[in-house]
């Protein structure tokens, strides 16, 4: 699944900087996720790194986007090589 970012956000900035797919942007209001993006950083890392770093908790799994860690990495491939 992607990730979603809640209106708890508080908007400290933490989370876009360590985004590797660059799928976290300023929305209106707050901080949001790009889904087509967003491979809940399989591929790259271990964990989810802005949810491993969210000072407030406010990074859940957006359960609108049903992925398993193999769809994951499958659109993580895809997004390494449109960028190569």
Partial sequence: MALKITEECINCDVCEPVC???AIYMGEQIYEINPNLCTEC????E???????CPI????KDERYNESKI???IKFTKLKKRSS
């Fill in 71 to 73: 769809d994951l990495y």
């Fill in 20 to 22: 590797p797919n660059q």
């Fill in 47 to 53: 964990i989810p790194h802005c949810v491993d770093i």
């Fill in 57 to 60: 908790d406010c990074i859940p």
């Fill in 42 to 45: 399989v591929g790259h890392f």
